[in-house]
């Protein structure tokens, strides 16, 4: 595949920026209306979309770098040539929830409600980001025949981008983004039953993408390691762990939606 979608002089736009900008858009849509059923303001949502993602992409490359140490201290100019790839979801999204606790513990918003309408529009996000990886050819599993392509039914161009060098290879990237996809359905729709409580959606969120990313990281050629694991696989554990904990405790505790006033700008537990 052709990682250059736009070429014009020194200007050059690749098809990894447009997947990741496409997703960033579309989560912030999402995010605003559904922060507008609770008379969050607007320019509050856009100042915490604008420094999460500023500080979710220095997150992304810095827990890279961390785990290829060894070739960037060989090469320090090369940390900063993101260009050449090397961003990490799992650093994204930690340092993302990092900014959002600090920035919401600055204006009194009720953290988990942040993240309860955050995590639908993250979820889709993370599903159309990985189309980035398809077109720079990377983030794929092992080697399968084009047989095995063709009998999961799959659109020829998915295929052909799917020849690397001399071999087929698993599509991991797909596979994640239609589950990412699958999960943005669950967790939009599953806010509107009457029974959810406060931190559910959060929790469900954690529970879904860290069982998906466990198997889809057991695919994959490309891992991040700490000694003989993969450190997505550890991350994702940490994550379904801290899913559940979070359901088990925001269940019991926890308002219902329904019963939370639609001009509360904090909601306790």
Known sequence: ???????????????????????????????????????????????????????????????????????????PIEIIKIWNGGLAIHGGIIAGVITLILYCKKYGINIL??????????????????????????????????????????????????????????????????????????????????NIKLGNTTSFYLIWYGTVRFFIESLRTDSLMLGSLKMAQIVSIIMVVIGIIMFIITTIKCKKYKDVGAKENEIKC
Not at 139 to 164: C, D, Q, Y
Not at 175 to 184: D, K, N, P, T, W
């Open 1 to 75: 595949m052709n990682p250059i979608a736009i070429s014009i002089g020194p200007l050059t736009i690749t098809w990894y920026s447009i997947c990741i900008l496409s997703g960033i858009i579309l989560a912030s849509i999402i995010i605003n209306k559904e922060a507008k059923k609770y008379n969050i303001p607007a320019n509050f949502i856009t100042n915490l979309i604008f420094w999460c993602v500023i500080f979710g992409l220095l997150g992304a490359r810095i827990y890279y770098v961390i785990f290829n140490l060894d070739y960037y201290l060989a090469s």
């Open 113 to 194: 409600k942040m993240t309860d309408i955050a995590v639908p529009g993250l979820i889709l996000a993370q599903g159309i980001g990985r189309w980035g990886n398809f077109f720079n050819s990377e983030a794929h599993g092992g080697i399968v025949s084009r047989t095995f392509l063709e009998g999961l039914h799959l659109p020829k161009f998915i295929i052909n981008g799917m020849h690397i060098g001399n071999h087929y290879y698993h599509p991991t990237f797909l596979y994640e983004s239609l589950l990412c996809v699958i999960g943005f359905i669950f967790l939009y729709f599953i806010r509107k039953n009457k």
